[in-house]
């Protein structure tokens, strides 16, 4: 091989080298909104650890393995407890005493359930809708059970698409 060949063959690969570093280190940024990512934590130590139980059904019928969670509306990139359904669709959920939720706390459910009124996203590989229920937290109940039909969900729901 030819001393330029040598030369190029090295220059390439140094090229390649940088750019493979260069496009792990690079992050991609949407427009919008830009939320504040630093996530509060609860000072004082009486603050209460909610908890959420029921059953999560489609018809009537139990939704085995949905996975709902719980997140704060404030902080939407952390998800504070997250749980799989059994057979029945019954779930269980709790804060913990960790984050400081300042009174809005939402229980949260991507399903394939069809919701009256609602018709999925048209035109898409794998329609689902996202169920977004409010928690209401400032009456001081720790215990809190919820009972979710989500063909019923129309108001908290949106249809959406992968």
Do not use: W
Not at 48 to 59: A, Q
Not at 82 to 96: M, N
Not at 138 to 145: A, F, N, R, W
């Amino acid at each position: 091989m030819s001393l330029i060949g040598k030369i190029a063959l090295v220059v390439v690969v140094i090229l390649a080298i940088q750019y493979a570093e260069a496009s792990v280190h690079h992050r991609h940024h949407k427009n919008g909104d830009r939320y504040d990512d630093r996530i509060i934590l609860r000072s004082g130590e009486n603050a209460p650890n909610y908890h959420l139980h029921g059953h999560i059904t489609c018809n009537g019928n139990g939704v085995r393995y949905a996975r709902p969670y719980l997140h704060s509306p404030l902080f939407p990139k952390l998800i504070i407890n997250l749980y799989a359904t059994g057979a029945d669709g019954e779930y269980r959920l709790s804060t913990g005493t960790i984050y400081d939720l300042r009174g809005s706390l939402e229980l949260m459910v991507r399903h394939t359930c069809r919701i009256e009124g609602l018709p999925p996203s048209s035109n898409c590989a794998v329609p689902y809708y996202t169920t977004n229920i409010p928690i209401d937290i400032s009456s001081g109940k720790i215990m809190m059970e919820k009972e979710i039909e989500l063909f019923d969900m129309k108001q908290y729901s949106t249809a959406d698409c992968l």
